[in-house]
């Protein structure tokens, strides 16, 4: 699976973003979807899941309730809704995806990964 994320920025504490990964392959819809985080100076983090089959969902718990992630098999897109962002969020966000399909949160499960796009958030 070829990924390709879009939609980070700079923005306020509070303020929200959506974050897009558009797949270039018809494994998409049946690979689990994956979005993980890494600040400067630290491993490379979970943030959110979603599965082909049920699109069960799975989040970090310093994300559960702000951010939302959802897909789109017609599109090949999976997205990553941000609200009530916080500082501690900052980080170069990645979309990954895991062609057997599990509801894994470990980094190396996934094989496939997008080139990584900016958030950063200002207090």
């Known amino acids: 699976v070829q990924l390709q994320a879009s939609g980070g920025g700079l923005v306020q504490a509070g303020d929200s973003l959506r974050l897009s990964c558009e797949a270039s392959?018809?494994?998409?819809?049946?690979?689990?979807m994956g979005w993980f985080r890494q600040a400067p100076g630290k491993e490379r983090e979970f943030v959110a899941l979603?599965?082909?089959?049920?699109?069960?969902?799975l989040y970090a718990n310093s994300v559960k309730g702000r951010f939302t992630i959802s897909r789109d098999n017609v599109k090949k897109t999976v997205y990553l809704q941000m609200n009530n962002l916080k500082p501690e969020d900052t980080a170069v966000y990645y979309c990954?995806?895991?062609?057997?399909?599990?509801?894994?949160?470990?980094?190396?499960?996934?094989?496939?990964w997008g080139q990584g796009t900016q958030v950063t958030v200002s207090s």
């Open positions: 990954a995806g895991d062609s057997a399909g599990r509801d894994d949160s470990m980094v190396a499960s996934y094989g496939s």
């Open positions: 979603v599965t082909w089959r049920r699109r069960r969902t």
């Open positions: 392959t018809h494994t998409f819809s049946t690979s689990s």
